[in-house]
């Protein structure tokens, strides 16, 4: 069950990343644009720092649940090279389950934040868009990085490899 859990988690995940990137993409492509525009004609694309601002913290974002379904996550394995694989196991599982308490309490500020920005009804400077919706979008991506590093722990609790070094 563990193993379906997680391959479904991967499958969501690189998804997401993957329309994450092809809006960093957008967003490269819209700042290319503005350069051209105020280079050629004088022309800049207005609020152009509103969307990108915005749309950054998203794309960042959308990348975390990735980066950790994938074990991208930095980790040092030295000492548990020194030791053994039973001490490098116990290092991965801390290493994991203090992963999920950051993000955890990551989710917990974003979402004090998300309801500050949404009660006070900031906006952008330019384009006026409000900005609590984005910023919402960014505390649940955030949440779903807390629910796959809870799902990493427990593959980590398991003692099984990684699926995605897995042939199968």
């Given amino acids: 069950m563990l193993t379906t859990l997680e391959r479904h988690v991967q499958r969501v ?8 990137a092809a809006c960093l ?10 350069v051209l525009l105020r280079w050629l004609f004088k022309a800049p694309i ?17 990348m975390f649940p990735a980066l950790l379904a994938q074990r991208g996550n930095v980790t040092i394995r030295m000492v548990g090279s020194f030791a053994g694989p039973r001490v490098a196991r116990i290092l991965d599982t801390f290493g994991a389950l203090v992963t999920v308490i950051f993000f955890s309490l990551m989710t917990w500020k974003y979402i004090e934040y998300s309801a500050e920005m ?15 919706p984005w910023w919402w979008v960014v505390t649940a991506m955030i949440g779903m990085t807390t629910l796959v590093g809870v799902v990493v ?16």
């Fill in 46 to 62: 207005k609020g152009i720092m509103d969307i990108a601002a915005l749309a950054s913290a998203v794309i960042l974002a959308a």
């Fill in 153 to 168: 722990l427990a593959r980590e609790i398991a003692g099984r490899q990684d699926i995605s070094k897995d042939p199968s």
């Fill in 25 to 34: 993409l957008g967003i490269a492509l819209l700042t290319m644009a503005d």
């Fill in 118 to 132: 949404t009660s006070a009804n900031e906006s952008t400077v330019v384009l006026r868009w409000l900005t609590g």
């Fill in 13 to 20: 995940t690189r998804a997401l990343a993957l329309g994450a």
